[in-house]
Each structure stands twice: as C-alpha cells, then as structure tokens.
C-alpha cells in the first residue's frame, strides 16, 4: 500500500516555458501531499504543502507564482513550473502523507521523482 | 527549530557486514517522530523504518533497526547483513507533533551514502 505515482518521469523543455508535474496517489486518499526540491548530491528541500481543497503552503522563498500547486482532489496535485529558466532544473519529487494498515504514525510516502531540464 | 545532523557524507561497508548511519538530532519539543528513507540512484525516496520519542523499544524493520537514544539526542539506523542493492544514499528525517500547520512536515539531514563492497 502507500504507492505514489509522479509523472512525467523526465521532462526537457525550452526557456520560458510552462511544465506541469502530476503526483497521484494510486492506492488511498492524500489530504496532504508535499513538494520538493533537491539540487545533485544534496538533500530534500521542501517547497510547499500542499492540502486537498485549499491553498498550498509555500515555504519562504519560494515563488508562489512561479511555482504554482493545485491539489484539487484526494488523489492528484499538480505543480506547474511556469516560465521555466535554467535555474528552475532540478530534480522535482513529491510526496503524500498516509497512514497504512499496520503502521505505528503516518508517514510520508514518495513518487519517483522528475528530472526538470531547461534549455 | 528542528535540526537533523548525520555527519558521514559516504560510509563503505564489506557484504554480509552490519553498519550503522549516524543521525543527531536538535528540537525542544517533547513528542517528536524520527524516520530514515533510502534513495537509490533512481532517485526514489523508500521509507524504511519509524521511531517515535515516546517508544521505549528500539524500532525494527527487517534487516533495519533504528538505535535510539533519546539522552544523547541520536536515532543511528544500523542496517545487518548488507546487501549490494543497500548501496544508496540514507536520509534521515524528522516531524514534530502535534497541530499546527507544520506538524506533518520533515526536516531531512544532508545524507549518507552508503556504497556496499562485494
């Protein structure tokens, strides 16, 4: 259980370009997923929190206009890199929280990533 | 604030052997989570084992178990019996609880790689 789905996997596009990223959450609901950022050979930097139904949390420093959360049903959220620049590539990676059968807590579970390059 | 230390950028370990990933961790809150993730190079993050600070055993998860030492503020994953598919990189993280807008969030340390010698 707890399986997390992000699609595209690897995704390459021109400056000034919009990207849309989906996370999906295959096998139970998601009340709250979360993105990330993480830069070669560093660690996971979170972006912002995203919650079904309502606005995403950013975190400071993160551009809420560039990078623009949609977490419009219990299985989807969608972060959309709007005019993407070079800087913007990245390894994007996104996660949702669950609490599976068994478990002691909820925890967070995560796709398998997407590598942003931009020309 | 919450701060998560692991201070062995990469550790080498011979097959078969045990080796244990250093994690240090600094909050004031009292009810805290601790959890460790492995990322393979595919990029994935997988978790691997939970402990909470009220848990008077050390967790365990199959090859996994997580020392804990909440005196000295140290949650070390010793993984036995490695594996050339343990060969990764291992983060550790933590969450606080309870409420607030935040509690469900993780602060991750900056990582182990872990390379598995044959």
Not at chain 1, 63 to 69: A, G, P, S
Not at chain 1, 80 to 90: G, N
Request: with cysteine; hydrophobic share 35%; glycine share 8%.
């Amino acid at each position: 259980g707890a399986v997390v789905s992000q699609h595209p996997s690897r995704v390459i596009c021109k400056s000034g370009t919009s990207v849309k990223i989906e996370c999906r959450s295959l096998d139970f609901q998601a009340t709250t997923m979360f993105w990330y950022r993480q830069f070669p050979k560093q660690s996971l930097m979170l972006m912002a929190t995203s919650n079904e139904g309502s606005k995403a949390t950013y975190e400071q420093g993160v551009e809420k206009d560039k990078f623009l959360i949609n977490h419009a049903s219990l299985t989807l959220s969608t972060l959309t890199v709007t005019s993407a620049h070079p800087e913007d590539s990245s390894f994007y990676i996104c996660s949702a929280r669950a609490l599976i059968a068994g478990a002691r807590t909820d925890t967070q579970y995560f796709g398998p990533g997407t590598r942003l390059t931009v020309l | 604030a919450q701060k998560i230390t692991q201070t062995q950028p990469g550790m080498f370990v011979q097959e078969k052997e045990a080796v244990t990933l250093d994690c240090t961790y600094d909050t004031s809150d009292q009810s805290y989570g601790l959890f460790w993730y492995k990322q393979p190079s595919s990029g994935e993050m997988i978790f691997l084992i939970y402990q909470g600070s009220y848990d008077e055993q050390n967790a365990t998860e199959g090859r996994y178990s997580l020392n804990f030492q909440k005196a000295r503020k140290s949650a070390n994953l010793v993984i036995s019996a490695s594996q050339l598919g343990d060969s990764a990189m291992y983060f550790c993280a933590m969450r606080q609880y309870p409420g607030g807008a935040g509690s469900y969030q993780l602060t991750f340390g900056k990582g182990t790689k872990l390379s598995v010698i044959p």
